[in-house]
């Protein structure tokens, strides 16, 4: 009933934004001042579209909220309900081995997590949709699904069945042997990252019918001195899904490359593209994955500690309205948070705690994303006539593309934001010229 209620009320906003075509007095007003005031702003949209990302953007951010709290309310219903508990008995009765029990119980708990954010995806692939964004057909974009779902059943049961058995085996420290385990599984997630990305979309080598943006985006290899050569440079064919810009970097050592996506060789001039290989290159540089993985590890250390106290305190507080207490098992007694039921109030607590600290996480990468624009800025220094234009030009097209809101709320750039504001970064750019007065850049001398 509460996921029904949710996606009528998500699904409200949608239909109210496509059968209003018309801008608000305050978006109209936003509008007017931003056409008054170009040289305060280096972002730009065309009148057009600077009222449909208003309201897109609307649409986003509760789509973001609801999000939130509907997968925080999904696992509370399940132990509020005892449907947790009644799931667990469930699985009791398909086999007699405990192992086998746990893959029925998580088996069933990962498709009941499907099950229960589908309509606010299928929302959210609506209203994207609608404002051209994507371009995926409904055929397509359930088969993307159905793919996550595999992997979530393949990799996520594996995972649930291993950390379930470590809070078994060690009820008082199985926080810290998480914590330990964790940390080589996320390392595992960031090398194998590419060896999983083409079950989604197609990739070819960049160089295979983009020759001459090769030669160019050589020059800026040679420029920040990498060793990224042509065979680590990716196409992927992301126009047969949407209608967005973007270039990333992933994996690690021997895994590791750049992807830029075919619709920005395809519609952004080489200059903007060598900014953002530039800027992508700067992960590589300054060391960015492993420092996030670092960051990672510590963030976890504490935020498994504090999980393993508020979960033993919800349990104290409400195991036995939830039908979670002690049992007996083949080797002797299985602590309340070890049973399956239990481990739901665990992965309560980590995602409730993972949603507080989701400004803390958001904020250092957005110092992590600003440091390679200003990489990818002065590595363009020499490359291009003028960087400055250059990189601002790339910010316009990837705002436009993906209709980034040109004025978002502090508020909501903090807590939800993992890369600076387009404003704020083509802002920087368009007054980022440290040779301006004889100087030099922070990585770059000359």
Request: charged share 15%; proline share 6%; with cysteine.
């Amino acid at each position: 009933m509460i996921l029904f209620v949710s996606s009528l009320v998500t699904g409200a906003a949608t239909l109210n934004a496509q059968n209003a075509p018309e801008p608000t007095p305050e978006e109209k007003q936003m509008i007017t001042a931003q056409q008054q005031a170009p040289s305060d702003q280096a972002y730009h949209l065309p009148p057009d579209k600077l009222a449909k990302a208003k309201t897109l953007n609307k649409i986003r951010l509760t789509l973001d909220i609801v999000g939130s709290i509907w997968g925080l309310a999904v696992l509370w219903l399940l132990l509020a309900t005892r449907t947790a508990a009644a799931l667990e008995q469930w699985a009791a009765g398909r086999s007699p081995r405990r192992w086998m029990q746990g893959v029925w119980f998580f088996a069933a708990f990962i498709l009941i997590a499907f099950l229960a954010s589908l309509p606010l995806d299928m929302i959210g692939h609506t209203v994207s949709r609608h404002y051209g964004i994507s371009v995926q057909g409904w055929a397509g974009w359930f088969g993307d699904q159905g793919k996550s779902l595999g992997l979530a059943l393949a990799f996520g049961l594996l995972g649930l069945l291993l950390f379930n058995w470590i809070v078994k085996v060690s009820p008082q420290r199985f926080w810290l042997l998480c914590w330990i385990v964790a940390v080589p599984l996320s390392i595992a997630g960031a090398i194998g990252e590419p060896l999983l990305e083409p079950i989604y979309n197609q990739f070819e080598p960049l160089s295979k019918n983009n020759a001459a943006l090769v030669a160019d985006l050589q020059k800026v290899v040679a420029r920040t001195g990498t060793n990224i050569p042509p065979d680590r440079m990716y196409l992927m064919k992301a126009s047969v899904k949407t209608n967005g810009l973007n270039a990333y970097v992933s994996g690690l050592g021997a895994t590791k490359r750049i992807v830029v996506w075919d619709t920005t060789a395809g519609r952004v001039p080489n200059d903007e593209v060598m900014y953002i290989f530039g800027h992508e290159t700067g992960h590589y540089v300054l060391h960015h994955i492993p420092k996030g993985l670092a960051a990672s590890a510590v963030g976890m250390f504490f935020l498994f500690w504090v999980c393993a106290g508020f979960s033993r305190w919800l349990v104290a507080r409400y195991g036995e309205r939830w039908s979670i207490h002690e049992q007996t098992g083949p080797k002797g007694g299985i602590a309340p948070l070890a049973t399956r039921a239990g481990f739901v109030v665990l992965l309560f607590a980590v995602s409730m705690a993972g949603f507080i600290v989701t400004p803390i996480g958001n904020t250092f990468s957005r110092y992590l994303e600003h440091q390679s624009d200003v990489y990818g800025q002065e590595a363009m220094h020499g490359l291009v006539p003028d960087p400055q234009r250059t990189a601002v030009a790339a910010f316009n097209a990837l705002g436009e593309a993906w209709l980034e809101d040109p004025d978002p709320s502090p508020i909501v750039e903090f807590w939800l934001y993992n890369h600076p504001s387009v404003k704020n970064r083509a802002n920087f750019a368009a007054h980022y010229d440290p040779w301006a007065n004889g100087g030099h850049g922070e990585f770059f001398q000359k």
